[in-house]
């Protein structure tokens, strides 16, 4: 007996999903060896000391602002938020699927840092504090998970195609601030916040293209809005 059409579609996405997750992990991967043989050293320098000019009291207020967004003290409540409105929802393995994905990968991302133990850059002064080892940044692997795939899961529950496009379009821009941001603090080498974004996004859609196709009924109500 063969799979309905909706079924074998979500299949296809999944599939997608997984290869395009497991191609920009490979990516990280071959940042990791440029970075440890020294090779991009040159240029994250070169960006690093294109920030100099480009700082003004207004800005870094912004960009300090922006950055704090991908802290703890905010990630965290902007979760919590995200796994209750699911939840009041009743999309209840989408909210499981959001907290495993996020938890997983801010555990990753320690495991990561602790691994290739990169020190902080010391190019241009530090207009914000930061943690410990540099690579890959927490801020720019982490942002993906906590807002990009809550974005993309809280959508689901829009019914209008324009605050769809408009809740990810916002995410995303949120997003790539992030990491723009502390290139900009000079707290991180610009190949860190490469790193990250390539690990945050291929750890979730990774984690997505595994999920269950059952799951995906819940889980990627963007099926259901093309359908």
Request: glycine residues 10%.
């Amino acid at each position: 007996m063969s799979n309905p059409p909706f079924l074998v579609a979500r299949h296809h996405r999944l599939n997608v999903a997984l290869v395009t997750g497991l191609l920009l992990l490979a990516l990280f991967a071959v940042v990791t060896w440029l970075i440890g043989t020294g090779r991009t050293m040159s240029w994250d320098r070169a960006i690093l000391l294109a920030m100099l000019p480009l700082r003004s009291d207004y800005r870094t207020i912004f960009f300090q602002l922006i950055s704090a967004a991908g802290l703890g003290q905010c990630g965290i409540p902007i979760g919590i938020l995200v796994v209750v409105i699911l939840r009041h929802a009743r999309h209840y393995r989408q909210a499981n699927f959001y907290l495993w994905v996020t938890l997983s990968g801010w555990a990753f991302n320690l495991l990561l840092k602790q691994l290739i133990s990169r020190p902080r850059p010391d190019i241009i002064p530090h207009l914000s504090g930061a943690g410990w080892f540099s690579f890959p940044s927490g801020h720019a692997m982490l942002a993906p998970l906590v807002y990009g795939v809550g974005a993309m899961l809280l959508a689901t529950l829009l019914r209008h195609p324009a605050s769809r496009t408009a809740l990810k379009i916002g995410a995303l821009a949120l997003v790539l601030g992030i990491g723009f941001s502390r290139v900009y603090l000079g707290v991180h080498y610009p190949s860190d916040v490469v790193a990250g974004f390539l690990a945050g996004g291929g750890w979730a859609l990774v984690w997505w293209g595994l999920a269950p196709p059952h799951h995906l009924l819940d889980l990627a109500g963007l099926a259901r809005a093309e359908e």
